[in-house]
């Protein structure tokens, strides 16, 4: 069974400072990778999905995440943080023929301080 | 803009009284999902539709059930809300055949059970 790993439950980075959220996932066939976003008490927005093309993936909001087979990994980063990124960060992988299922890693809770 | 609809987007209701929440979609998926998320944690799958079929977690309770009289909409009843019921309630989307199976998701209805 798939499954992925949220490294850090929360993490906090100071304003402009570089944002990693890691994400490991465990699977014998290809995934298909996503990270969301969600704020309080809202939904989850897609910030990027990996789909078996190009290994960077550029996403919304300056968010760029790397799809590395040999690590399992797909971490997600941005150059710079602003406190508007304050917020929690799923990553989920999905595969081919499960109808359609995401699972979700447990979330990183973001904090962006002064 | 198409998008996926919660109302109400919060439901208060007493200790063992039925409750309804409703979820419509402009995007013209045939996948509509149910999730329940608790705070801090992830979203949990209570039970999705394809086209028509009904696809229920083997762990979700009895107490919740689902309509989907139509491609647009799809209801999520509890029978009997406990107050461990209490949680945001996501409803999602997705078009099989996509491929990779992003799910989009509406702003969700937080229950409070009193």
């Known amino acids: 069974a798939q499954s992925v790993t949220q490294l850090g439950s929360h993490v906090s980075v100071s304003e402009g400072a570089l944002v990693l959220l890691r994400c490991n996932y465990s699977?014998?066939?290809?995934?298909?990778l996503f990270w969301y976003v969600q704020y309080p008490n809202q939904g989850l927005q897609l910030l990027l999905k990996?789909?078996?093309?190009?290994?960077l993936v550029k996403g919304i909001n300056g968010f760029e995440a790397e799809f590395k087979k040999s690590e399992t990994s797909f971490h997600l980063t941005k150059p710079s943080a602003h406190m508007s990124d304050a917020a929690e960060y799923f990553c989920?992988?999905?595969?081919?023929?499960?109808?359609?299922?995401?699972?979700f890693g447990t979330g990183t809770r973001l904090q962006v301080t002064l | 803009d198409a998008m996926v609809i919660q109302n109400p987007r919060y439901q208060v209701t007493q200790f063992g009284k039925p409750v309804t929440l409703s979820c419509s979609q402009t995007?013209?998926?045939?996948?509509m999902y149910w999730y329940q998320q608790k705070s801090s944690q992830a979203p949990k799958l209570l039970f999705h539709y394809y086209d028509k079929d009904f696809n229920n977690e083997a762990d979700t309770p009895d107490n919740f059930q689902s309509r989907r009289p139509n491609t647009s909409f799809c209801f999520l009843d509890i029978r009997s809300p406990g107050l461990g019921d209490a949680a945001m309630y996501l409803c999602?989307?997705?078009?099989?055949?996509?491929?990779?199976?992003?799910?989009?998701f509406g702003p969700g209805t937080r229950l409070t059970v009193l």
């Open positions: 989920a992988v999905s595969y081919t023929g499960t109808a359609s299922k995401l699972t």
């Open positions: 995007l013209n998926h045939n996948v």
């Open positions: 999602a989307t997705s078009r099989v055949g996509m491929g990779y199976n992003e799910q989009f």
């Open positions: 699977s014998s066939v290809p995934p298909y």
């Open positions: 990996y789909t078996s093309a190009a290994t």
